[in-house]
Every structure is written in C-alpha cells, then in structure tokens.
C-alpha cells in the first residue's frame, strides 16, 4: 500500500496539460476498451501486412474522435468526474463484451433494465470485479489524483482550440485516406458500430431515452373488438401454452440432437415442430413479439406497447385467461390487463435454491386456481418458464436432474469448458421435458371434463461458446442460428382433438414445415375457436388438419 501511495504521488507531482490528459485517456478507450471491435475487425479484414493502413488510419480516427470529446468536455471542476464516468462504463461493458460476445445496444439496455436482482447476482463473479479493478476503478483513480495544468484563460483556450482543430484535420485525413475501405467496412458490417465502446453505450442509453419519452403517450388501442366465441357442441376448452426460457432446437431430443434430452416428450408421442423461428433474441422483444398480431417483420417495441395482444382478445372472447410466471422478468407487459401471479418471489423449501424456483412451482396450487375459473368456462393457461436461463444454467435443475457430468458450476462461463457448459445447459432442457410431462399429466386429469392441449415454444435460443458467443440478446440481423431456431412442440389427446378437430395424423405431417412466432396467435385463436377479422388461416397451423 505504501508503494502504491507513493507512485500516486509521484504520479500526481508531475502536472499534465488537457490536450494530453485526452490524448492518454484516448489511448487507453481505443486500445484496452475496444478488444472486441478490435477482434470483430479482424474476423472480416484479417490483421496483415496488405491491411496495415487500414488498420492504422482506423485506430488513428477512433484516438481522433475520443481525445477530440474529451478535450471539449474537460472543464474545470466537472471535467474529471465526466472522464471517469466514461473510463467506468467503458470498462465495465468492455467485460460483458470480450467475455460474452454481447453487443451493446437499445434492446440489450431494455434487457438490462428488466433485470431484477436474482438474474442479475448471476453475472457478479470474481472475473467481473477483477476486471472492474483492473480496466475501470484503477483508471478512475489515476484520474482523480492527476494533476491537470491549465494556463490564464485565454492561452488555455487557444491550446485546447487548436488542439481540438488538430484532432479534426488529422482524423479527417485518415478518413479520406481510407475512405473507400472505411465506408465499404461500415456499410457490409453495419453490427460493429454496437461495439465501439463506450459509444454503443451512450448510443443506446439516448435512444433509450428518445423512445421512452415518446411512449409515455402512449395509449393502449383496443384490437379485436369483433372476437367472439364459435359456438360448440362439445366441452369447455383448457388450453396450457408453456413459454419456454432460452431452449434453443439445437439441444432439443426430439429434434435429433445426439442425446436424447427430452424422453418424457417423447413417450407421450407429442407433435414436434422442428423448424421454428424464434421473434427476437431476448425476452424483452420475443415475449411481447410472440402475443403480438404483428408479424415479426412489422413488430416493433412500441407497437408491443401500443395495441392490445392476443390475451386481450381471448379474454374479449369470454375466455379466462389465468398467467402464471416463474420469470423474474415478469410478463413484460403482455398480462397487464389480465393479471399475472408472480411465482419467482415464492420461497418455497425443495422448489427454489439461491437462483429462484423451479419450474414446478408453476403447477403449485394449480388445481385450486383452475377450481375458482367459472364452471363450463373456456380457459387458456400461459405458464412462463425460468426454463435454461443463463448463465448459472447449474441452478435450473434439482440435484436429480444432474445427468450429464461434468457440470458447468460456475456463472463465469470463461473458466468453464465447452464441454461442461452443455452439460449443464442439456440437464437444465432435460429438467424443462420433465416439467412439461407434468403439465401434461396436469391437463390430463381434466380431460374428462375438457377439451384439454398443451403448446409449448421457446422465447428465443441460446449461445454456448460457438464463434465466441454466450448468452443471446444479439441484433437480430445477425444472431446466429442456435439464438433464433427455437423448439416447439403440441399434446393433444386424441378425444380432445376430436373436440378441437384436429386431425393428429394431418399435424404430425405438417409439422416439418418452417414455422415462425408469426404463427403462435393464429394458432391460438383458431384453436380456442375464436371468431375475429385478426385471425389468419395460413397462419394456423392447425388449419389445415381440421
């Protein structure tokens, strides 16, 4: 400590100008905050000597644009506090970045804001606050102790003039150097932008702002108003429609995958849809996406936020709509006018462990709530997973459930191989398969008395380490595959789907074809037998098999 205090004071006896104050806190955004732009440049133009100019003119514009902002903002009394703030959010997100291969933008810092503390805890491990150390509070502290020297009033304006017209004229000329290369970069790899740090991050928080100070205006338009229940001659209906968390078709059994990680679906012969393709790459977006009369390409936030969803209408149709939720994020807005339980603050001993509940507590006193809905009344259950969410993929499942060893125990998935992060991930799928036999055996018990069916579908997939990603939430635009291609999968009992009538045999052929969250409301409606000019018949895919 002693030698540390006294480099600080070293450091601190020896007085340094504004213009090089910008120039080394430049150096240090541009070279130790951007590995991952830096990395993500080098994948599409490989590091070599025929790239050399390229790359020198590229680091010399970015070293240009942050002293040249830094240089403005550096007034006196505030100008250390705004350069610390921006060494501290560039080196915290450099961290999600290069360890996660997350790209920060509008829609991750949505992500961010719907977290709630438990889904949070997951990501504090030591990796984090070593690097926070070591890329962040260490900076800042150098920073707080330098010494700036500024000069009469005049001269320091003159300096700080002349320097800031430096930065221009040189990053200008570098751009003009490598004009064609630079644009043409940009314009094939528009994604990269969102790992320019901290940019991306400042880019997104206004954004984020400019759009939610145009949402609080909004006023929620009523969709379906013509809905109406066809009528008849059989049972009440009770349709359960799981939302699965993070399940990618990858490691989905049924899909021919090499471990068979959903036996139970399996034996129960359900319809398996093995080409579907998920709405977005997070929650945030797909939740709100997959209730949506909005196609995929027509949906946007607001949209989610401005018209009435698919619970609405069925509810306008006179069917009850019970939600029931283990997603600390909550329904994301999609059951406010319905009601949700929350059932991820239940502390229940056997059900939950330090990262929340399992997914039994959504069949916890379900019996008692499907009793209360109105006798003869259709009912349509949403039951939202925790499913395999990341990245403690190991608090997912009960001990029972540990079937694939080694496991990944460890939020830090950096200090975990490959190897042991699928392991965990696939007992976290086999842990959903068993989940979703219960809701089965569930609905089965009313089948007597109900037309009874089971859909489930995944929100969106998940990275494991493939190309260097984990997680999910990237741009949709370039997501791969194992983030967007989701499972989903139909139980009916035959009785019931005479009631429905669904031709299984017709479903289980039809079930090859691609598939898309576009068709979730559709299907639904025809399903529950709701009248509207919403519903689509090509966009149900129990239309053809009736």
Known sequence: MMKLANMLRAFRSRPISVPCFSSVAAAYLAVFCNRSFWAAVDGSIPFEIKNLMFYAMLAVILLCIYALVLNIVMVRYAGKPIAALLIVLAGTSSYFMDAFGVHIDKSMLVNVMLTDWKEASDFFTAPLFVHVLFFALLPVLLIMVAKIKRQPFKKELLRRILFGAGCLVIGCSCFGLQYKSITSFFRSHREVRSLINPVNSISAGVSLIKSQWKDKDIVVQAIGLDARLKNHSGKPRIVALVVGETARAANWGLN???????????????VNFPDVRACGTSTAVSLPCMFSHFPRSEYTDRKGKEYE?????????????????????GAKGVADRVGEEKLYDVTIEGLCNSGGCYDAILLKDLDKKLAEAKPD?????????????????????????????????????????QEEIVNAYDNSIAYTDYFLGQVVKTMASYSTDYDVAMLYASDHGESLGEYGLYLHGLPYVIAPEEQIHVPMVVWMPEESARGFGVDMLRLHESATERYSHDNLFHSVLGLMGVETELYEKNKDIFAQCR
């Open 377 to 417: 009344k259709d009912i349509f259950l949403v039951l939202h997973q925790k499913g395999s969410h990341g990245p403690a993929y190991y608090l997912r499942y009960p001990e029972e459930f540990k079937l694939y060893a080694p496991e990944c125990l460890s939020s830090d998935l950096q200090n975990c191989s």
């Open 256 to 270: 021919g995958y090499k471990r068979q990680t959903t036996p139970v679906l399996e034996e129960l012969g359900v």
């Open 309 to 329: 969803n698919l619970v609405d209408v069925l509810n306008r149709a006179g069917i009850q709509v019970i939600w029931r939720d283990n997603d600390s994020g």
